[in-house]
């Protein structure tokens, strides 16, 4: 950057305003603004942009685990992957500082620290774990215990034999007969009625009457009963008039 005055001599950045400001250590885009006023009162001004970028200083480890034992060994190369500076350009272990250490021989959990400075004093680090276990050794399984012998199912018991069912009595055949004779009579309830006539000279009829009714309703025996003393009245007024007509014959 240069400047020149009304003449076209050189001019210094002392003889130039600067309105502006940037903060290297933030990326970012910054205008500075540079103006000069000459003796004519002219001002002449001219502005700058400037690009603040982060770095692309970077490093990349991996963790991992070892087994202790006599022959088991470890260096820094083993959890290095990569790492780049501040323009992005590849890293070799020997750019790095690398701190801490692995007993590959003792059981533990150990850290190790990669680091890099690039030019513009920025730091990067990385850390890496690595674990150092003991290995058992395997167990070997008992033998297995030997299955009980099943026990033999018991036979059923045979069912016993049913009691042969006992025949019915049959009924007597002659007390059979008397009970359905006796039924049979007391469905026909007997009755009886008797009229005496009136004397005839010196003899006496008396007329008897006995009529066996079947068995009804009590409807149907009322109304037969009825018609029986009816019958016999009847009967008895007859033989009272006939005698009395004999008598005034005589």
Do not use: C
């Amino acid at each position: 950057m240069s400047a020149t005055d009304t003449d076209g001599k050189a001019l210094s950045l002392a003889d130039l305003k600067v309105s502006g400001s940037v903060d290297p250590t933030k990326a970012g885009r910054y205008e500075v603004t540079y103006s000069y006023t000459d003796a004519a009162g002219n001002v002449v001004t001219k502005t700058a942009t400037i690009t603040v970028v982060a770095s692309q200083a970077s490093i990349a480890t991996k963790d991992s685990t070892l087994v202790a034992g006599p022959n088991t060994t470890w260096s820094a190369g083993d959890n290095f992957v990569s790492a780049t500076d501040t323009d992005g350009k590849a890293l070799s272990l020997a750019d790095l500082k690398v701190s801490g250490s692995v007993d590959p021989t003792k059981a533990g959990r150990y850290e190790v620290t990669y680091s890099y400075t690039d030019a513009a004093g920025n730091v990067v680090t990385k850390t890496a774990t690595i674990t150092v276990i003991v290995k058992s050794d395997p167990v070997t399984p008992g033998k297995p215990s030997q299955p009980a012998k099943p026990v033999s199912p018991v036979t059923p018991t045979k069912p016993s034999q049913p009691a042969k069912p006992v025949s019915p009595v049959t009924p007597d055949q002659t007390n059979q007969s008397a009970k359905s004779d006796q039924s049979a009579k007391s469905d026909y309830p007997t009755t009886s009625s008797q009229v005496t006539s009136v004397k005839s000279g010196s003899a006496s009829q008396t007329a008897t009457s006995h009529n066996e009714l079947p068995q009804t309703d009590e409807s149907t025996q009322r109304t037969m009963t009825l018609g029986g003393l009816l019958l016999l009245v009847m009967t008895s007024l007859l033989t009272f008039l006939g005698g009395k007509k004999r008598r005034n014959q005589d």
